[in-house]
T-cell receptor, first 112, second 113 residues
Framework: NAGVTQTPKFQVLKTGQSMTLQCAQD?????MSWYRQDPGMGLRLIHY???????DQGEVPNGYNVSRSTTEDFPLRLLSAAPSQTSVYFC???????????FGPGTRLTVT | KQEVTQIPAALSVPEGENLVLNCSFT??????LQWFRQDPGKGLTSLLL?????REQTSGRLNASLDKSSGRSTLYIAASQPGDSATYLC????????????FGTGTRLTIIP
């Protein structure tokens, strides 16, 4: 199993551009989520999904959209990038409620 | 709102020593608590998951304890090695269905050869 994969590893955007961060898992996990990690702060939940077709907002959802059309994929869309969205983004998944969560390697995003 | 504190923020110890990392959280209504390590520029690697009904969980040289009522967890590392150098994060999970983990800023551990 590849586990949780994320692409790209690095990305530089200009303010106002849009892009999609990709996340995929091959473990048949129902639960997937997106976090962002900023210096001096803990990881914060952006959006999560409890299964295909079901998504909900986390702690810091503004400026981000998600959809979950398959069990395997959970892309994160930045609609109009802002410098405040410069961060490292992590995708995570777990098999069951309260199960162990597995994280991807992250995407480092810089918005200029 | 759950808040997680990990003290100290940084710790340096000689190789071979046993050490304890501390984690405290403000809301004791948790479902479980997970410990992770993060190497510089990398993702999070799960170390241990301890359920709210458990007191301890062990994996190799690692032992995690949980005192839910007092809002504390510790990670004990036995016979530390240079490869243990990393940032260690604890993350309690809320007692709801959103799978949200709340993270502190971690303890950066350096093992001196």
């Amino acid at each position: 199993n590849a586990g949780v994969t994320q692409t790209p590893k690095f990305q530089v955007l200009k303010t106002g551009q849009s892009m999609t961060l990709q996340c995929a898992q091959d473990m048949n996990h129902e639960y997937m989520s997106w976090y962002r990690q900023d210096p001096g702060m803990g990881l914060r939940l952006i959006h999560y999904s409890v299964g295909a077709g079901i998504t909900d907002q986390g702690e810091v959802p503004n400026g981000y959209n998600v959809s979950r059309s398959t069990t395997e994929d959970f892309p994160l869309r930045l609609l109009s990038a802002a410098p405040s969205q410069t961060s490292v983004y992590f995708c995570a998944s777990s098999y069951t409620t309260g199960g162990e969560q597995y994280f991807g390697p992250g995407t480092r995003l810089t918005v200029t | 709102k759950q808040e997680v504190t990990q003290i100290p923020a940084a710790l340096s110890v000689p190789e071979g020593e046993n050490l304890v990392l501390n984690c405290s959280f403000t809301d004791s209504a948790i479902y479980n608590l997970q410990w992770f390590r993060q190497d510089p520029g990398k993702g999070l690697t799960s170390l241990l998951l301890i359920q709210s009904s458990q007191r301890e969980q062990t994996s190799g040289r690692l032992n995690a304890s949980l005192d839910k009522s007092s809002g504390r967890s510790t990670l004990y590392i036995a016979a530390s090695q240079p490869g243990d150098s990393a940032t260690y994060l604890c993350a309690p999970k809320e007692n709801f269905g959103n799978e949200k983990l709340t993270f502190g800023t971690g303890t950066r551990l350096t093992i001196i050869p």
